[in-house]
């Protein structure tokens, strides 16, 4: 694999504040990398810096292929998607073809050439609608296919997703992962949503508030979170501290390894065991989310079970939310 894109101790800040520090990122070739993080954690920064748009970095350079590189440079290579397609008056061919015409290519070989992205993306049918009667699904692929039209060599995608529907969302995911699979492109998607990053990106980088905290395979950094933030942003929202266990160190676990036994139900040697009563059980849908309240006090830990399992619980009882040893992690405390 040839790094196609990466930087090198970036900063981006505003006044004497850093909005972002990076110290070292590359992306591979053929690679989609997704950075996960909270809001304000600093991804769009990170994709404007590397994109070379908008506010200049402080420090630090963007590298293509190895070498550092101008704006000019990284915009030839660069195409991207923000979260809120912006597509022009006129078709959706035409919308489609507007990066194309953009970098000078004469009209009948831009509509030659972005015609089979829109089919690509499920919205051929749709070449001669006005692109302004688009929903919001077909607006965001009409803008992935436009990207993908001028082959770029490496691929941004801010938030892609948000703002469409379940299923729309998930359809989505899965016809890009099929493009994205036969392309050479260099992706870097950014989203707070661990399961696309999960679906599309082979390596995941965890931003929070402007510093990368964790970074490899998808699959290790959504099972092993390296902190408490870490933990969060995967899922791991439970946290079980040594006075909630009576083991050494802080342990997270994932509501939907947490399940609420009856208090005299006793749990399988090794699981940790935590006392507590019931705050408050919702449904959502396919299953329930059962919120407890430790004996001993703290944060209330939510136990997502699913559908009946809440059956002789209510709020006030008590229960002992019980999590087996193998899903269990250690994280670090907090500095
Ligand atoms: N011009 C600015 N002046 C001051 N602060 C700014 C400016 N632009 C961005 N910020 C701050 O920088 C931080 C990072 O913003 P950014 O938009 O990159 O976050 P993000 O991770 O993409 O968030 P979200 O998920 O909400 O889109 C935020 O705290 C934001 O308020």
């Known amino acids: 694999m ?30 989609t990398l997704a ?14 810096a590397l994109a070379r748009i908008g506010r200049p970095h402080r420090a630090g ?34 919308n489609a073809a507007a990066g194309l015409r ?21 919205v051929g049918h749709l070449a001669g ?34 703002g469409l529907d379940a299923t729309t969302r998930t359809d989505l995911v899965a016809d890009l992962r099929a493009v994205l699979d036969d392309l050479d492109t260099a992706t870097v998607l950014v989203t707070h949503d661990r399961h696309e990053a999960h679906a ?8 929070v508030a402007g510093r990368i905290r964790q970074h490899g395979p998808t699959a290790r950094v959504l099972d092993r ?18 006075a909630l266990t009576g083991r050494s160190g802080l342990l997270v676990a994932r509501p939907e390894h947490c399940r609420p036994l009856r208090l005299d139900d006793a749990p399988p040697p090794g699981d940790v065991r935590v006392p507590g009563t019931v705050r408050r059980i919702v449904p959502l849908g396919a299953g329930v989310r059962i919120d407890v309240d430790p004996e001993s006090g703290g944060r209330p830990l939510a136990c ?18 019980t999590v087996a040893n193998a899903d269990l992690r250690a994280v670090p405390p907090d500095a």
């Not at 196609?4 to 900063?11: N, W």
């Not at 915009?75 to 991207?80: E, I, L, N, Q, S």
């Not at 997502?304 to 939310?321: D, I, K």
Request: include cysteine; proline fraction near 6%.
């Open 200 to 207: 599309l990106a082979g390596r995941t980088a965890l931003l």
């Open 129 to 162: 609608r006005d692109a302004r009667t688009l929903s919001g699904g077909e607006a965001q692929r009409v803008a992935i296919a436009r990207a993908l039209a001028v082959g770029p060599r490496v691929l941004l995608l801010d938030e892609p997703f948000a």
């Open 2 to 31: 040839t790094v196609r894109i990466g930087c090198r101790d970036l900063r981006v800040g505003v006044r004497d504040r850093d909005l972002l520090h990076v110290e070292h990122l590359d992306v591979d070739a053929g690679e």
């Open 35 to 48: 950075v996960l993080g909270p809001n304000g954690a600093g991804k769009s920064t990170l994709l404007r």
């Open 225 to 242: 979170p390296a902190d408490a933030d870490c933990a969060q942003l995967v899922g791991c929202t439970n946290l079980l501290p040594p």
């Open 102 to 122: 953009l970098r000078g290519v004469g009209r009948a070989e831009a509509a030659r050439r972005s015609v089979p992205w829109l089919d690509a993306l499920g």
């Open 304 to 321: 997502l079970v699913p559908a009946g399992g809440a059956v002789g619980l209510q709020r006030g009882s008590p229960t002992a939310v």
């Open 61 to 94: 350079q963007v590298l293509l292929d190895g070498r550092p590189a101008d704006a000019r440079a990284v915009r030839a290579a660069v195409a991207a998607v923000l979260q809120r397609p912006i597509l022009r008056r006129g078709t959706v061919a035409a």
